[in-house]
């Protein structure tokens, strides 16, 4: 069947239209995505930056013998309902703690209330007219004005909004990730070096294979039921804690962790083994010596991402008990602590408006770290991937 | 093999930290989502201005926190936990069954449900028939019971606006659920000859009632999007967002604090909190919470508490249940029944 040169032109074009349409197609896709994020992105930075600056207010404190027993009495009548309930609650035990500051009185920044911070922040606020007035003339006299949140970044959840912040959770999230890489990371490198470089290849070692791929695909909110039957009713860790959190998010990460490592292990050509055996090294020496080094950056590429993903997970610490309200920072792996997004997940869910914002900028944070982290594994694998 | 040593080694380790059991200064606290924000405010005081740490409390909803509380009274298990109910008789047996046989009930105050919408609309005083005539999945027509044919307010009466029937709810693993079901649905069919004395409560499931999840800002936050639509939900989220809703006035009663508080409006709950007496010796601090939450500048007129919500019971009944609190007064089967 022979075409003429007009047939196979116009066909050419049909092609060449195919493909410039399958291009714009995916360029649309592409764009869409792209959009998406955006969107999400300006959504998050317009309603979480607020949550960066906090309003304080000047104010003569007096340190006094009735201000002891009574803290509304530190502060002139005028800022009384303007100023942070939660910042006057504390002064009795500071004067118990600093004695020498009984009698004295000073000018101080001090903490303003959530809703005259909403009234400087133009959102809606509670204030009555005439709370109103005064803050504006607060404002005025230069002696009330938003500053950098330092509170949001040093203090643990408040049912308060001026006094919420973030670092209990950051804590929690912190030890929680350090219990489950000390403990998936060694177990998960070990297990992927047995079943890649000594298990022979049988009946057994393909079913622990298809389980360990499983696993992988499994809900997470099933290892937080594991963790809970295993690790609480069991072992008796105590609930709430990094430590049963950690070891919950353990199992999590486990098969990332050995999927990425067999991978990386399988990446080391024979050659190198080959080499090796060849000057007489015995089989753990090659392993130890020629081809782990080799993997290492694909092993912490996969770690890093498997500790990312354990760090956006709430699902299964809910069962444990990691999703409550935690003032405190903890100081031990066995305290009760609460993490990042369980502490999203909290301050979504309160009546107080002023929230709203402390959700967003805790979203922010979030994002940072994570992004942070998934940045440092790309620098990894450029900086020390090899190709063969 | 000395890496595989190690790693034993560091789990054994990691395994061996879990076994200390230790007197404990930390209060454990669980139950009802309704009354966290009250107790969890409470708690942060506590923690603030005394020695204590601050009290763990974690919001598993009323019948999960009964359930945790009743499993024992072993040192693992909750000191304190939170209803916006009150227990049931068949709870209390169960806890006794389980060896917690000192309980003493807090009564903390009330907490209204609203029905609102966006005050893009006009306020609609409804009755609590008309929502069970909007709401339940088999209706009485003629005397025969047939399925919700209503998917207009007006059809229920000429009275009401003509606007599509869709209102957003709490799941049925919420406490505000129990309470409306038993509020509002029980409450009227018990009246209904149709239903032959009994209460009612199956909710229609053709998309008029919208399950919407467990958090009430997500109610709040589609009433504004979708001003046609009416929500269910705690009154303090009424109250926080008064700039954008509008609550339904019940049987001719508004939903203020005040008619909350009387009893008049009708929808509204008691909230209470138990405490496990045999955990008394080894956390002495929960007395201390307990007592602090029972206090005036708590659950008093002017407390703290009703700035974040919290509808303060008669003098009187805050009185008793302070008394009682403070006594430690054992529950007995046969106050619940």
Known sequence: MSQSFDEISAQLKRRHRKSARLKWLSMGALGLAGLFLVIFFADMLGKGLPAFQQAQIRVEVTYSEQSQQLPLAAVNEDVRELVSRGWLRTLPMMMRDNPELLGSTRQEWVLADGQVDQYLKGHYTRLNDRQQAAVDALVEEGRAELKFNTTFFTRGDSKMPELAGIMSAAMGTVMTLLVTLAVSFPIGVMTAVYLEEFAPDNRLTQIIEININNLAAIPSILFGLLGLAIFISFFGVPRSSPLVGGLTLALMTLPVIIISTRTALRSVPDSIRHAAFGVGCSRWQVVRDHVLPLALPGIMTGSIIGLAQAMGETAPLIIVGMVAFIPDISASVTDAATVLPAQIFTWAGEPDRAFVEKTAGGILVLLSVLIAMNATAVVLRKKFERRW | ?337
């Open chain 2, 1 to 337: 093999m000395n890496r595989i040593l190690k790693t034993t080694a560091i789990a054994a380790a990691v395994m061996g930290v879990v076994g200390v059991a230790q007197a404990r200064e930390q209060i454990r606290i669980v139950g009802s989502s309704t009354v966290y924000p009250f107790a969890s405010y409470v708690a942060e005081e506590f923690g603030a201005t005394t020695d204590y740490p601050t009290p763990v409390i974690e919001s598993t909803g009323s019948g999960g926190g009964l359930r945790l509380f009743c499993n024992g009274a072993g040192d693992d298990t909750p000191d304190i936990t939170n209803a916006s109910r009150r227990m049931k008789p068949s709870e209390f047996e169960r806890c006794a069954e389980n060896g917690v046989t000192d309980i003493t009930e807090a009564f903390i105050g009330y907490d209204g449900i609203a029905f609102a919408q966006s005050n893009a609309n006009e306020q609609m005083s409804v009755t609590r028939e008309q929502i069970f005539l909007a709401l339940a999945a088999q209706v009485p027509v003629d005397g025969e019971l047939v399925d919700n044919p209503y998917t207009r307010w007006s059809e229920i009466d000429p009275s009401l606006p003509d606007r599509e029937i869709a209102v957003y709810g709490p799941p049925t693993t919420s406490g505000t659920r129990d309470a409306f079901e038993e509020l509002v649905m029980e409450a009227v069919s018990e009246d209904m000859e149709a239903y032959g004395g009994e209460g009612y409560t199956n909710i229609r499931a053709d998309g008029a009632y919208i399950d919407a999840g467990e958090n009430d800002n997500l109610i709040v936050q589609r009433l504004s999007e979708n001003t046609e639509a009416f929500g269910i939900f705690g009154y303090s989220f009424l109250e926080e967002n008064e700039d954008t809703l509008v609550g339904s006035s019940i049987d001719g009663v508004e939903p203020t604090p005040e008619a909350i508080g009387s009893g008049e409006y009708p929808v509204s709950r008691s909230m209470y909190f138990y405490l496990k007496n045999q955990h008394g010796d080894d956390v002495p601090a929960m007395y201390e919470y307990a007592n602090l939450f029972m206090s005036e500048q708590m659950v008093g007129d002017l407390g703290y508490l009703k700035g974040i919500g919290l509808i303060p019971a008669p003098e009187d009944l805050r009185e008793e249940a302070r008394n009682a609190v403070a006594s430690k007064e054992q529950l007995e089967l046969s106050d619940l029944q």
